[in-house]
């Protein structure tokens, strides 16, 4: 288990198909109680776990666009590798000062 996210501003963020996203897991949703701590009924129970179950898919989260995409893993290595000359070239093109206007009066 690793945990990343867009907090810890990556360059690039992928998943596997088998990844699963999420705070609290379909299994252990059951031991949290309610704000006003009033156990839930089996049936909410039941309908909150396949909520958990299917948004904590890999495919849920590149639906919303929260990270940039899924990769097979035997393409993780060619995907790096992209990823490291994109990254290689950003300091290319950003190593010249940054030129500034200068403003008169």
Known sequence: MF?????????FLFL???????????NYYSEIQEPDGQ?????????MKERLENESSAFHSSSRVWDDGVILPQDTR?????????IKQKHRFHSQPERRAVLRM
Request: aromatic share 6%.
């Open 3 to 11: 945990q990343c996210g867009r907090s810890f501003d990556p360059n």
């Open 16 to 26: 596997w198909p088998n990844a699963k996203i999420g705070l609290v897991g379909p």
């Open 39 to 47: 156990i839930q009924d089996e049936a909410q129970l039941k309908i």
């Open 78 to 86: 060619m995907v790096i590798g992209q990823c490291l000359n994109i």
